[in-house]
């Protein structure tokens, strides 16, 4: 049964499904700036940079760290098709405090690299950002 006010949302990898249900809304880092979706947005197309999904249900507040992908919005609800999706529950804060650290020294090195060391950089401080622990 349809729900006023909610619609579906699909969360994917090329490992498989991250998520699957009905939301109230849906907050997303495009490469643009931030979107915020509810019931009846206006249809959409965006690249997602690295940062964090949230998706607000009947259960609560789903969040994940994503690292890229592609968001659209239709008649049929929301569908995202990320590069990399984690829940917030399952990311390994030390692990992504260890990948941020080694980020920053690789910036302060000279070369070539930095656009790789600033895209690590991005993915692991959305990662602990959706754990909720970000430090700057």
Do not use: C, Y
Request: charged content about 25%; aromatic content about 2%.
């Amino acid at each position: 049964m349809k729900r006023p006010g909610w619609f579906p949302v699909a969360v994917r990898t090329a490992e498989g499904p991250v998520f699957h249900g009905q939301a109230r809304f849906v907050s997303a880092r495009a490469i643009d700036g931030e979107l915020g979706i509810l019931a009846g947005h206006t249809p959409l197309v965006s690249a997602l940079g690295a940062g964090v999904l949230r998706v607000v249900t009947s259960e609560g507040e789903l969040t994940l760290a994503v690292a890229g992908g592609i968001l659209q919005v239709d008649q049929d609800g929301v569908n995202v098709l990320a590069s990399a999706a984690e829940r917030a529950e399952d990311i390994d804060v030390e692990r992504a405090s260890a990948a941020r650290k080694r980020a920053l020294s690789h910036l302060e090195e000279p070369g070539q690299g930095h656009v790789r060391a600033q895209a690590a950089l991005e993915r692991a401080l959305a990662r602990l950002q959706a754990a909720g622990r970000t430090r700057h």
